[in-house]
């Protein structure tokens, strides 16, 4: 059993990098829930602990107590880049400049890889597999990987940045990369049951759920919207006059 980490860089006071209209926190924290639910649906043989699932701050030293005392074996901190000069572009990873285990170089090696076929199709160049000496790496206790998407100061690549389809393939081209550095055996997949119409009330959710309401992450706990609830993959109770996609901790209303 694989113990990981989905850091969604920033988050509540810290919005990170601001640019185009995009605030670092809200795209990362998408791209990290699309990632959670990949692995969760495809994959098997690991736990998974995210540091926030809403904008909410977590301090980078809370960060890597956490790491510690969940014995973790991979972090991956999710982050989307900022320049000065806007025609900066690119995707990039980092591990630690100092002496690290094989195994981190050969987890950054794979994520890397894996992502970039996916960021290769949006026209993102490849900037390369680096070595900095940036807080998390070199603190976080445990094999750590940063991944730097694109740059939000980059008018074209803040569009992306804006997608939510987009959002959905960086997060999900992260969980494969993980599951392929980590060698997680495929789940077996089950076709969701819908509960017949007579099955009476859903159970309400009565622990923190992350909300996006058109495209801004809010902070639920307990009913979504009306006293509807959700149960994973099973079934999502009628909402009038709204869209409801997502799943789990990551529910989206479109109004």
Not at 72 to 83: R, T
Request: glycine letters at 10%; aromatic letters at 8%.
């Amino acid at each position: 059993m694989k113990t990981i980490i989905l850091s969604a860089g920033h988050g509540g006071r810290d919005p990170g990098a601001t640019a185009n209209g995009v605030r670092e926190s809200d795209a990362v924290l998408a791209t990290c829930l699309y990632c959670r639910d990949y692995l969760e649906d495809h994959y098997e043989g690991h736990r998974l602990i995210l540091p926030r699932t809403t904008d909410k701050f977590v301090s980078l030293a809370d960060r890597a107590r956490l790491a510690g005392n969940e014995g973790a074996d991979l972090y991956v901190s999710m982050h989307m880049n900022w320049y000065k000069d806007p025609n900066a572009h690119g995707f990039e990873t980092f591990r630690y400049k100092g002496t690290v285990k094989d195994t981190t170089v050969r987890n950054q090696t794979i994520i890397h890889d894996t992502v970039y076929k996916y960021m290769n199709t949006l026209g993102i160049s490849d900037r390369g597999k680096k070595r900095s000496s940036h807080w998390v790496v070199k603190h976080v206790p445990t094999s750590v990987v940063l991944v730097e998407y694109l740059f939000i100061s980059n008018p074209r690549e803040a569009r992306f940045a804006q997608d939510s389809g987009k959002l959905r393939g960086m997060g999900e081209a992260t969980a494969k990369g993980i599951a392929k550095a980590l060698d997680l055996p495929k789940a077996e997949i089950s076709t969701p049951v819908t509960p017949p119409a007579n099955s009476g009330p859903l159970p309400s959710i009565r622990r923190r759920i992350g909300v996006e309401a058109d495209n801004r992450m809010t902070d639920e706990v307990g009913y979504l919207i009306n006293n509807a609830t959700y149960v994973r993959a099973a079934y999502v109770a009628g909402l009038v006059g709204v869209e409801v996609t997502g799943h789990g901790d990551h529910i989206k209303i479109k109004t």
